[in-house]
């Protein structure tokens, strides 16, 4: 089994002002030729310094697509970013960054699924959140086999559909800086 491990770190500005980091860690998991599993996590930090696991203000998104299935699936519970990067655009780059590195093959075949959480209705995020997973699950582009579920005040909904690149860099404003990992 060969294993080919990615890392990618990004430093994010506006206006020039930190804001937070973006780091992309993960393995893509070879039988002979084929691609069996992508397996890694996308961590968010508050602080300027290379994120390490375990750090204070940090959080991580882990996923595990099986790509032998017809249709793999990202499945999203428990997603959370730091406060401090809420509402800024983080999310949707953390996402837009997975999205571009996921191999060819895989990418047109991934799904992604998930149910909201309080997170997700809470009064002052809700709606950008709901507009991440709808733009994330291809709702908003009206995908035929996107589905969005989602009632005010109601923690149950849930959304489905093919990965879509949720990044739109025309309404973007953040300034982001590819850093070298160093290496472990």
């Given amino acids: ?7 990618e770190e990004a430093r994010l500005t506006r206006n020039s002002t930190f804001i937070g980091r973006v780091r992309h860690h993960f393995t893509c998991c070879y039988d002979g030729n084929q691609l069996i ?3 890694g996590r996308i961590y ?3 602080h300027d310094a290379f994120i390490a696991e375990g750090n204070l203000g940090d959080t991580y998104f882990p996923f595990d697509i099986n790509a032998t299935l017809s249709d793999p699936t990202i499945f999203i519970h428990d997603f959370v970013i730091p406060l401090k990067l809420r509402s800024l655009g983080v999310a949707r ?7 571009c590195l996921l191999p060819d093959d895989l ?7 998930g149910k909201l959480v309080e997170q997700d209705n809470s009064s002052e995020n809700s709606a950008r959140r709901n507009q991440l997973w709808s733009d994330l699950c291809g709702a908003s582009v009206m995908a035929s086999s996107s589905k969005f579920q989602h009632q005010v005040g109601v923690a149950n909904g849930s959304f489905s559909g093919p990965l879509h690149n949720p990044w739109d860099p025309n ?6 800086e590819l850093l070298p990992v160093p290496e472990s």
């Fill in 93 to 99: 780059y953390g996402w837009h960054r997975l999205y």
């Fill in 107 to 113: 990418l047109s075949r991934t799904q992604v699924a």
């Fill in 37 to 39: 599993s992508v397996k």
């Fill in 171 to 176: 309404r973007s404003r953040l300034e982001i």
């Fill in 44 to 46: 968010f930090s508050e």
């Fill in 1 to 7: 089994m060969l294993r080919l491990h990615h890392i």
